[in-house]
């Protein structure tokens, strides 16, 4: 079990924050973003499920006023699981106004002693 954080600027075009990795598995367990920009602004997250090829809206133009912040996640039995090939992405109205970390929780996806 690896925990690893990921995160940088949103643009207004998708971008992809974490991937999961082949032949491992993943707890996302934390998001937290911050509008770095002068004025209120909007942001994205999806949340693409590899298995079913489907993108579902995590948070859907969320506003957020001029240096705030929005965290979810990080309490004991919060998280989203995820298997390979799934992907946590973010876009945002403005080029620039947020940054965003995403924290996970990584291990093989192999069934040992079994």
Known sequence: MIKKTFGGSLLTTDTTLYEVPAEKKAQWVLLYATNT??????????FYDASESATLAVFDSYSLSSKEFFKIGGEFNEFISMKAGDKIIASCSTDNA????VSVIEENDIIQGG
């Open 98 to 101: 947020f940054t965003m970390l």
């Open 37 to 46: 920009s002068g004025s209120t602004s909007d942001f994205s997250v999806d």
